[in-house]
């Protein structure tokens, strides 16, 4: 298995929002579908047209993608079928050169991604409540 990276474009957006919600079904249970579907509208009108995005692609096949939101990790998701392959650590490791640090605000009941971002060198700064949810999130960032 390959995974290639290439830029985002506006005809992945279907297939991007395929996998946020797939994505976030496993990695957010705790979010009701209607908080789902506001998120979703949120990031389509606010954050998808100020975010520089890449999509990881296996076989042509969208798997993943990060967006960037100058260098906080704004969103990165990967199609449940290709957690733990590679997929995440090869969209932060296409990113990470592009700046100094990184940083991330996670679920806290998101702990697959809380050991993900450890992983991939991030520490923990501070635990607050999300702007979004009534929900604590972790601030992260790197070195």
């Not at 297939?15 to 946020?20: A, G, P, Y």
């Not at 249970?29 to 999509?55: C, G, H, T």
């Not at 990165?76 to 290709?82: I, K, M, N, Q, R």
């Not at 806290?108 to 060198?121: L, M, T, V």
Request: charged share 25%.
């Amino acid at each position: 298995m390959k995974v290639s990276i290439r830029v985002y474009h506006e005809d992945d957006l279907d297939e991007v929002m395929r996998v946020w919600y797939e994505a976030s079904k496993v990695g957010h249970p705790f979010l009701s579908e209607e908080m789902l579907q506001e998120d979703r509208q949120e990031i389509i009108n606010k954050y998808i047209p100020i975010a520089r995005q890449w999509v990881a692609e296996v076989d042509g096949a969208i798997v993943g993608f990060i967006a960037m939101i100058e260098n906080q990790v704004g969103g990165l998701f990967v199609d449940p079928l290709w957690h733990k392959k590679g997929v995440g650590t090869a969209l932060i490791g296409h990113v990470r050169p592009m700046f100094p640090t990184l940083t991330v605000a996670v679920f806290k009941e998101n702990p697959n991604a809380i050991r993900f971002y450890e992983k991939s060198g991030f520490r923990l700064i501070e635990e607050r409540v999300s702007e979004y949810h009534e929900i604590l999130e972790l601030f992260m960032e790197t070195d």
